[in-house]
């Protein structure tokens, strides 16, 4: 069954530096998310992306945040310069085609370690 | 806002049981439902969604949807140790072909051997 894949898996990095988190949508998926969890708290919604192009984001999602399709496969988060609270677990999902009842499948996500 | 609440638990039964995992929302304009399941440390794994009023029943999992008290429950027939996890409610929102998904903080389970 195709899968939705992110890379790392696990990122520890210092604060101030910039991260890029990997994912690999399902390969006939349109639509694409970013989401969040820290530690403890509810997945939050970060920014959705359709023709290349940001459709939505949330107050999370300020300018030190970017995402990017590059080559038509990749679908990348950017933290410009990270903060202790962007600790969180990063979770990618993609969806087929647009209704409400078309459902977003995960990736495992990739644990986002802030020093 | 638009919420979705959900009682964070830990409900607790013995294998076998059925265990009820409720769900509320205060947005009257949202159309369908979704159950995802996430162990500890995973991702979010997609149990079942609903859309109409009434119930779904795939399996042991039954989705159970009340537009009119803005209500959505999940039951699990025969509860396993396996089920334990933490049980997340989402609801999609429309936004031109977007449809973001607002989660509840979620409900552990445990099943008790």
């Known amino acids: 069954e195709p899968e939705v894949t992110q890379t790392p898996s696990h990122q520890v990095t210092q604060m101030g530096q910039e991260v890029i988190l990997r994912c690999v949508p399902i390969?006939?998926?349109?639509?694409f998310y970013w989401y969040r969890q820290i530690l403890g708290q509810k997945v939050e919604f970060l920014v959705s992306?359709?023709?290349?192009?940001?459709?939505?984001k949330s107050e999370i999602f300020d300018d030190q945040f970017s995402v990017e399709r590059p080559d038509g496969s990749n679908f990348t988060l950017k933290i410009r310069s990270t903060k202790l609270e962007d600790s969180a677990m990063y979770f990618c999902?993609?969806?087929?085609?647009?209704?409400?009842?078309?459902?977003?499948?995960f990736g495992d996500g990739t644990r986002l370690s802030i020093l | 806002q638009k919420e979705v609440e959900q009682n964070s638990g830990p409900l607790s039964v013995p294998e076998g049981a059925i265990a009820s995992l409720n769900c509320t929302y205060s947005d009257r304009g949202s159309q369908s439902f979704f159950w995802y399941r996430q162990y500890s440390g995973k991702s979010p794994e997609l149990i079942m969604f609903i859309y109409s009023n009434g119930d779904k029943e795939d399996g042991r999992f039954t989705a159970q949807l009340n537009k009119a008290s803005q209500y959505v429950s999940l039951l699990i027939r025969d509860s396993q140790p396996s089920d334990s996890a933490t049980y997340l409610c989402?609801?999609?929102?429309?936004?031109?072909?977007?449809?973001?998904?607002?989660f509840g903080k979620g409900t552990l389970l445990t099943v008790n051997p």
């Open positions: 999902a993609s969806r087929r085609r647009v209704g409400s009842n078309q459902p977003q499948h």
């Open positions: 989402a609801a999609p929102h429309p936004r031109g072909s977007n449809y973001k998904l607002t």
């Open positions: 992306f359709y023709n290349n192009e940001i459709s939505e």
């Open positions: 390969s006939n998926h349109l639509y």
